[in-house]
């Protein structure tokens, strides 16, 4: 168990490698990411469950499997915080992808997934890019909860009024459905998990897995998107990347000054800037893959599987950089106070709340 608990540490904290290892593999060698994209059924509302369907479960189960009351009281004891948040991640992305895809004039398939990943809710590892940069973990669980809760309406909401000049009508119902499905329902089940063996120190053990799991779970998904769609990486132009840099470097940006004016202190402004730039491009591109109406555009896959990788290393990018800031600080604090290590004094605790 140690082992693993070791091996789980590194993969964790080594997401985006992780992560860009699976897509250059698969890139080079297709055919052992297929069983990913095999389909098993089809639910009522005509959603296709395939393996990455199971495997996006999986991931939001893990991060369920973290959450305990104390979670849900955050949001009631902070809810000008969490409006602040959920207000930014709903009226930022959406608007700024719509901005793009017209500024950039993107093709209608590169367009509609675009807007599909600026209507998801936050990213898991958002959570561990916010714990790795001193940020406000408490507010950014708080944050991922209510856009994850609120994600079965808003984004269906959301991608039908955006995307209402499509050739491909966007039904809200089956996209409900969908977030139910893969993201609302394994939640809730990691969530009682967690309720009833909390206290199980077997359990425990399991839990300090799942970040690991959750990161694989994810190199998994990129794995699948570009087992089916890697050889359209490239023929659509450099259009893609500079669409998905912009969207997320822009995200980050508008999160912070979101901050800055709500006067947050500088652990909620860095939690905020992460919270809003990191989309679950994940949940994107299951969607985009296994919802019916998607099947007449299915490049709009594309775009959400380059955000996948492209977040991922991002979110470390600055999440590192929030870091490098903070031992560059405590350097100087060193510096002018003579003491060894100030953050144990509190001097650069203080300075961050």
Not at 67 to 79: G, K, N, S, V, W
């Amino acid at each position: 168990m140690k082992t693993l608990k070791r091996m789980a540490k590194l993969m964790s904290d080594h997401t985006a490698l992780v992560v860009i290892a699976f897509a250059l593999v698969t890139f080079v060698w297709p055919a052992w990411m297929g069983w990913v994209n095999k389909a098993w059924f089809t639910d009522f509302a005509t959603n296709r469950f395939t393996s990455q369907t199971f495997i996006i479960g999986i991931i939001m189960m893990s991060m369920g499997m973290s959450m305990t009351t104390e979670d849900f009281r955050i949001l009631a004891q902070r809810p000008l915080d969490i409006f602040i948040g959920a207000a930014a991640q709903y009226g930022i992305m959406p608007f700024l992808a719509f901005t793009l895809v017209h500024v950039l004039h993107l093709p209608q398939d590169l367009a509609l997934g675009l807007i599909l990943v600026g209507c998801c809710p936050g990213g898991v590892s958002s959570n561990v890019m916010s714990y790795l940069c001193n940020g406000d973990v408490a507010f950014s669980v708080g944050m991922t909860t209510a856009s994850t809760i609120l994600s079965p309406v808003m984004t269906p909401l959301l991608i039908s009024l955006l995307a209402s000049g499509a050739t491909v009508h966007i039904k809200a119902f089956p996209m409900f459905v969908s977030i139910i499905e893969t993201v609302i329902l394994p939640v809730a089940v990691g969530f009682v998990l967690n309720a009833v063996l909390g206290k199980n120190e077997k359990f425990r053990n399991v839990q300090q897995l799942m970040p690991a799991v959750a990161v694989l779970g994810l190199a998994l998904v990129v794995g699948g998107v570009v087992n089916s769609q890697g050889a359209s990486f490239f023929t659509s132009g450099v259009i893609i990347f500079v669409a998905v840099f912009l969207h997320n470097g822009l995200g980050y940006l508008l999160g912070y000054l979101i901050g800055i004016l709500t006067r947050m202190n500088k652990a909620k402004r860095r939690t905020i800037s992460i919270e809003v730039g990191m989309q679950n491009a994940g949940m994107a591109t299951n969607l985009a893959n296994t919802t019916a109406q998607f099947a007449a555009l299915p490049n709009a896959a594309i775009i959400a599987a380059v955000s996948c990788v492209w977040h991922s290393i991002s979110g470390t990018i600055l999440a590192g950089f929030f870091a490098w800031l903070d031992k560059r600080a405590n350097r100087d604090a060193a510096k002018e106070t003579g003491l060894k290590d100030p953050v144990k004094e509190g001097l650069l605790l203080s300075r961050l709340h």
